[in-house]
């Protein structure tokens, strides 16, 4: 009995003692991504080589710094992707479910937050409303040319011959039908390809079904077009949405006088009608000059 009572003693005691060891740090997530470190806060004051994550990547401060978003600002120094934290994305992966309910199982909301990394400016500039404001308009486009991201390429095999411009000096050494439409905002075109490619450090122009294969690469082209290509607009759509010029010249910058003045209006109003809807599953107002 006496025996007992000793081992129940020295068992309570180790019980008691691991209760105030310090927690075990989270552990790498398969393909070797550190852990992520606490998530930013805009209210926090952090001195140099603070660390924190954000859109699942690791980032450090270069020296004090408070409310200035990492990836907007330079005062942060990225330290690569991480594993293990609930994403701090503008928008939830339930907004993303509902804003697509019956999306190709292709575009995965993992693909997206894996993607933000190659524009980290993107929806995360300016002030929550503003960067509310420019994802929802960045996932309408998505969900119009895509159909609701049923799509993950063009169905009208007809057209892919089209999409080769021979004129430029690299040609199209994928093939003259390799260019079709894919992902999101179905991304087309053999200069695009190159040009999106150089970009994104990605052989696109050799290897363009990459964004067929790949979620992030298929978020990182339209992110790639939104951010840097004003098309046949005057400003990219980035530039639109953070400036406050509005939804309306996004659909200027993507399709021009296709849509735009008069040119398709029926197009226009479904683009409008998509982003109030997704605008209000996000939970912020559509904001001014959403027709163009």
Not at 38 to 54: D, E, K, R
Not at 58 to 74: D, I, L, R
Not at 140 to 158: M, P, Q, W
Not at 220 to 233: D, E, F, I, K, R
Request: aromatic share 12%; proline share 6%; hydrophobic share 40%.
């Amino acid at each position: 009995m006496n025996r007992i009572k000793r081992f129940l003693a020295a068992l309570g005691a180790a019980v008691a003692t691991a209760a105030f060891l310090p927690a075990a740090a989270p552990a790498a997530a398969a393909g070797d991504k550190p852990a992520c470190a606490p998530s930013w806060s805009a209210t926090t004051a952090y001195s140099s080589g603070g660390t924190v994550s954000h859109h699942g990547r690791n980032w450090s401060a270069k020296w004090w710094t408070q409310n200035e978003n990492p990836g907007a600002t330079g005062v942060w120094a990225d330290r690569g992707a991480c594993a293990g934290r609930v994403s701090d994305f503008v928008i939830s992966e339930a907004q993303f479910d509902a804003i697509f309910p019956e999306r190709n199982p292709f575009y995965t909301y993992q693909g997206l937050i894996d993607a933000l990394h190659a524009y980290p400016g993107f929806a995360n500039t300016g002030t929550p409303q503003t960067r509310a404001r420019e994802a929802a308009a960045f996932l309408t486009h998505a969900d119009f040319e895509s159909v609701g991201l049923r799509y993950v390429k063009e169905i009208n095999e007809a057209n892919y011959g089209r999409k080769c411009d021979d004129s430029r000096p690299y040609g199209c050494p994928a093939g003259r039908k390799a260019y079709y439409g894919r992902g999101p905002i179905m991304f087309s075109w053999n200069f695009n390809y190159k040009a999106a490619g150089d970009a994104l450090g990605l052989d696109l122009l050799n290897d363009p079904w990459m964004v067929e294969r790949d979620p992030s690469v298929a978020w990182q082209t339209a992110l790639w077009y939104w951010n840097t290509q004003n098309g046949p607009g005057t400003m990219t759509s980035h530039e639109a949405m953070v400036g406050g010029a509005g939804f309306g010249q996004t659909i200027r910058s993507l399709n021009g006088a296709l849509e735009c003045d008069g040119g398709n209006p029926e197009s226009v109003a479904s683009r409008v009608a998509r982003y109030e809807r997704i605008t209000a599953i996000v939970g912020t107002a559509p904001g001014s000059g959403l027709t163009c």
